[in-house]
């Protein structure tokens, strides 16, 4: 579905205003631009930086709307003020339904969001191979969720088991929250809370003094070294030493954090839940991978219920802020195949650096935005 032509003409004279008026005050480019009409006409690439110089300064939504130089009336302003709600980041458009485009949030937890295209149809903005992963901002407009008009895609293509995981974040998405088609998204309305009041925790014997502390400490610590020894037996009969070191990666994060869930639960339903997690993140239950396994198969190894190791993952991912292709936990051999590793902005564009000139991939990994130039690694010779 698209906005009607008269809320299209609308969106853009607002919108292209608004980003007129962002590049007089930051002077993002240098193009002699006198109109908002003129701005328009620039490449997109040369907008996407004042589109980005925005979402630095979102201060900027309201001076528009307080300066108003374009005269716009009340009920105008007021749409601009609502994109103050904006929505920006990486997305997979997921599926086309009658009313709206869902795109999928690549973030935890995984919203939903249903976007109403612009003048063209998504089909020939975003193509008709689904899902796509894209990066854009999203608006409120007029009760509905639209883009702001320019899309970036990513060159990817989904396996089977990647599809499979994407259902299912749908799935629980829809459960969860629902498909989301306002900004800001309509809070969710507490269940009123019945029985008594619970009692007020007892000072644990020299409470305030730094043993408690020290005893926190190792707790999390004890129960860190049994999970670890658990997800090591594992590793070590089912997959391999990769995943056994960022299974402990993980499990000593969660052991850091204060207080420490590791000290709330069994050790096999936190272990089964580390497991989970790592897999989801380098897509184990693809069974075009080197190693594969269900998830189910993981929650039987530790002897724990399903409905466990799902609810221990779900938490784990929440806790680290965990998403897919995340660089953070990609197995280091499957670094090349990962995307999200190697997309950086050139010039306001996104481009995968294992193409660009060796100078510019000089630069990214000294400013620690990619793992290594990619050249050295392929010389480099074999472990022996």
């Known amino acids: 579905m698209q906005l009607p032509l008269e809320d299209v003409d609308l969106f853009f004279r607002l919108h292209r205003g608004l980003m007129f008026f962002v590049n ?25 930086k004042v589109h980005q110089a925005l979402l630095d300064h979102r201060k900027l939504i309201d001076a528009f709307a307080d300066e108003n130089p374009f005269h716009f009336d009340e009920a105008d302003l007021e749409i601009v003020r609502s994109w103050k709600y904006l929505v920006s980041g990486t997305f997979y458009a997921f599926r086309q339904l009658r009313p709206y485009m869902v795109f999928l949030s690549t973030t935890e937890p995984v919203v939903a969001y249903g976007v109403v295209a612009l003048f063209d149809p998504f089909v020939e903005v975003i193509g008709p191979y689904l899902p796509r992963m894209i990066k854009t901002t ?6 509905r ?3 702001d008009g320019l899309v ?38 507490d269940a ?24 926190s400490r190792e707790k999390a610590q004890q129960a860190h070294d049994r999970i670890v020894a658990l997800t090591d037996a594992f590793c070590r009969d089912h997959l391999d030493a ?14 850091r954090k204060r207080p420490s869930p590791l000290t709330r639960g069994r050790p096999d339903s936190w ?39 799902s609810a221990k993952a779900t938490a784990i991912r929440k806790l680290v802020k965990m998403h897919p292709f995340d660089p953070e936990w990609t197995l280091p051999s499957r670094m090349d195949d990962n995307p999200m ?27 620690g935005l990619i793992p290594y130039i990619p050249g050295d690694r392929a010389d480099d010779p074999a472990e022996e």
């Open 24 to 48: 007089q005050k930051l002077k993002v480019i240098d193009e002699n631009v006198t109109t908002p009409e003129k701005y328009s006409g620039l490449p997109p690439e040369t907008r996407l």
């Open 138 to 143: 999203l608006l409120p407009f007029k009760g």
């Open 145 to 147: 969720i639209v883009y």
């Open 152 to 189: 970036s895609g990513y060159n990817i293509t989904f396996g089977a088991g990647i599809r499979r995981r994407l259902n299912e974040e749908y799935k629980e998405a829809k459960e969860g929250s629902g498909i989301v088609t306002t900004l800001p998204p309509p809070a969710p309305v």
């Open 192 to 215: 009123p809370r019945v029985g008594r009041e619970p009692r007020p925790k007892k000072r644990a014997a020299g409470g305030g003094k730094p043993g408690g502390t020290a005893t």
């Open 242 to 255: 990769e995943y056994g070191a960022l299974c402990r990666k993980l499990a000593g994060v969660l052991a």
């Open 271 to 309: 272990a089964s839940g580390i497991v989970r997690v790592v897999g989801w993140a380098n897509f184990l239950g693809d069974p075009s991978q080197p190693h594969h396994m269900r998830m189910t198969d993981i929650d039987d190894g530790f002897g724990v219920s399903e409905a466990t190791g």
């Open 341 to 367: 590793v190697w997309m950086i902005q050139v010039n306001g564009l996104l481009a995968d650096a294992r193409r660009l000139p060796r100078e510019i991939q000089e630069e990214a990994f000294r400013k």
